[in-house]
C-alpha cells in the first residue's frame, strides 16, 4: 500500500521521496512541517496529581526553530516571529510549555495544537487598513466645540482695561 502525502504541489508517494506520511504534520495546504522540526523535553509538572506529580514527567516543552526551519515562507516567518512575542527566544527558537493535563500524551498534543494555532494564525495574511476620512458633521461638530470652549475660556479671563 502506497503512503500519500499532501504537499504545495499535490499529493505524491511519500515513499518515493523519502517520507513518511505520520511525520509530515500538516498545517495549511501549503505549508507542511516535518515531525522532525519539532523537538519534546518532558519535564516535572507543578500543580494537582498527588505522588504521581513528583514520580513521572508529565508537562512537556515543544521546541521549534522558526528562523531556521525550511518549511515556513519568509512572509510567514516574520509574522510569527512578531505574533509569538516572548515565546521566542533570542536564537529564534519558539518554546512552548504545556502542562494542562495529566497526562504526557495529552500534554505532548496540546502542545502540538497550539503550535499548529500560532502558525496558522501566522499564515493568514494580515488584512490591508483602508484609509477613510472624517465626515463632514463631525468636522463641523469639532469646529463647534471648540468654538464653545473658546468662548467658555475667554469669559474666564479678568477684563481688560483699555
Do not use: W
Not at 501549503?30 to 519534546?40: G, N, P, Q, R, V
Not at 502542545?111 to 500560532?118: E, F, N
Amino acid at each position: 500500500m502506497k503512503r500519500v502525502c499532501f504537499t504545495p504541489i499535490g499529493r505524491i508517494n511519500c515513499q518515493s521521496r523519502g517520507l513518511n506520511s505520520d511525520e509530515m504534520i500538516n498545517i495549511t495546504t501549503t505549508i507542511i512541517l516535518d515531525e522532525d522540526e519539532i523537538h519534546y523535553d518532558f519535564i516535572h509538572a507543578s500543580g494537582p496529581g498527588g505522588q504521581h506529580v513528583n514520580k513521572a514527567a508529565t508537562a512537556v516543552q515543544l521546541r521549534f526553530d522558526v528562523a531556521q526551519s525550511p518549511s515556513l515562507p519568509d512572509d510567514v516567518r516574520a509574522r510569527l516571529l512578531e505574533i509569538a512575542g516572548q515565546l521566542i527566544t533570542q536564537e529564534g527558537v519558539l518554546v512552548i510549555d504545556a502542562h494542562r493535563y495529566r497526562s504526557q500524551p495529552r500534554n505532548r498534543e496540546d502542545a502540538l495544537q497550539r503550535l499548529i494555532a500560532l502558525i496558522r494564525q501566522a499564515a493568514a495574511p494580515p488584512r490591508p487598513r483602508h484609509r477613510t476620512h472624517p465626515p463632514r458633521a463631525s468636522k463641523a461638530q469639532r469646529r463647534q466645540d471648540k468654538r464653545r470652549r473658546s468662548e467658555i475660556k475667554q469669559l474666564r479671563r479678568p477684563p481688560q482695561e483699555y
